[in-house]
């Protein structure tokens, strides 16, 4: 059945990314420029039951392209994975007159989105907004490209201290489930050794490769660890090991944290998060829902929500042998 959209309401949910805000504004400014209304909702799905919302104009949306974090906050909302959590914010939207929901954030609030669209018909878009870039359906994620540059920066600083003192720091970068920011940042930073969740080099290959870094003369080196990888139970307990085993390395750990989701949002993430928002809007105009926005070889595309939640984005095989070439 065609809907009449009239008034859009946007979300963000779950990790912070840089960007989110632009992503806000892309959202709130494409609505004005169609002659629709916009409603922001604070703290994510919790909002939404509690109908915590304010109208936002493009004039509201003034200043925020430029800012970190998001001004509409996130939050996790047991109640929203509950039937009763869920009912409850259907009403809020019915009672303000919302027509459909735009929400920004990964694959757990995409799938909270999914359910909120089968169980009451409403019209859901995503918008991929996360440091991971882990999404399925869209080469580039919101937040990840200003992920990767801090993380860069931060572990050519750390290649200062280990290059004048003599040693091997391992570099931890965040990652739980994917290790796209440890493989691209430690190909940019010039690691010696990267680990990833999706490649479980082995205690003993770890060893090898440091060993053999030292008898070709190098005196420092750099290891970056996806926070998820299973080479060890942990970043310190690799470092305790390769201490034990390799005694001549000075081994130091290094954890970057949640550095990586704060700052300025870089001008790829800001185009990224307009782009995105304004196709949000659009596909809802052409009554489309359930779908996420992603793009690929620098083109817009609709991706269907399931898969964007069900399909892992791959590791790219070449970028992979890259890393192996980067280490000799």
């Not at 060893?207 to 005196?219: A, F, N, Q, V």
């Not at 926070?227 to 970057?256: C, H, M, W």
Request: aromatic share 6%.
């Amino acid at each position: 059945m065609k809907k009449f959209i009239k008034t859009i309401a946007v979300l963000t949910s779950g990790g912070d990314a840089p960007g989110m805000n632009a992503a806000i504004r892309s959202v709130v400014r494409s609505a004005s420029y169609y002659k629709l209304e916009c409603v922001g909702v604070y703290r994510g799905f919790q909002g939404l039951i509690e109908g915590d919302f304010i109208k936002m104009t493009a004039r509201d949306a003034h200043h925020l392209i430029q800012k970190g974090g998001t001004v509409l906050k996130t939050a996790r909302s047991k109640e929203f994975r509950t039937i009763e959590g869920r009912k409850k914010a259907y009403k809020n939207l019915i009672k303000n007159k919302i027509d459909a929901l735009v929400i920004i954030g990964g694959d757990g609030s995409f799938t909270g989105g999914m359910i909120f669209n089968k169980e009451f018909d409403f019209p859901v878009i995503g918008i991929p907004g996360t440091i991971d870039n882990d999404i399925f359906g869209t080469d580039y994620t919101i937040g990840y490209d200003t992920a990767l540059n801090t993380a860069v920066e931060a572990i050519d600083k750390i290649r200062d201290t280990a290059s004048s003192h003599n040693r091997l720091f391992f570099v931890e970068v965040m990652g739980r489930d994917a290790g796209f920011i440890a493989l691209n940042a430690g190909i940019g930073a010039g690691a010696e050794e990267i680990l990833i969740p999706e490649e479980d080099m082995g205690l003993e290959r770890l060893l090898i490769t440091l060993e053999k870094s030292r008898r070709s003369g190098k005196t420092s080196s750099l290891v970056v660890v996806a926070e998820g990888d299973k080479t060890g139970k942990n970043v310190f307990e690799l470092a305790s090991y390769v201490e034990e085993n390799l005694p001549q390395y000075d081994v130091r750990v290094s954890i970057l944290g949640h550095m990586q989701r704060g700052g300025a949002p870089s001008c790829f993430d800001r185009v990224l998060a307009s782009r995105m928002g304004a196709k949000a809007v659009e596909l809802l105009l052409d009554n489309k829902t359930n779908l996420m926005v992603g793009i690929t070889n620098n083109k817009m595309k609709a991706v269907d929500l399931e898969l964007a939640v069900k399909e892992h984005h791959k590791m790219s095989d070449e970028i992979l042998r890259i890393s192996e070439i980067m280490s000799v």
